[in-house]
């Protein structure tokens, strides 16, 4: 493999590394998004699900 083959396929490794470190980065904020996103549902189901709330009456009330 000559010199400038071998540069070529390090420059190609290193970026494959970047863009590796870029996804992982992304996936772990998705994570962190969706783990907040289920606890917001959660929270919600329960206030919907609460035998005091009436979505008729709230709707009347606007």
Do not use: P
Not at 3 to 28: C, D, G, P
């Amino acid at each position: 493999m000559s010199l400038n083959a071998r540069n070529k396929y390090a420059q190609q490794l290193q970026e494959i590394t970047e863009q590796q470190t870029q996804v992982t980065e992304n996936f772990s904020s998705l994570q962190q998004q969706c783990t907040a996103l289920k606890e917001r549902v959660q929270v919600l189901e329960a206030i919907v699900t609460d035998k005091g709330f009436s979505v008729e009456q709230e709707i009347s009330n606007l």
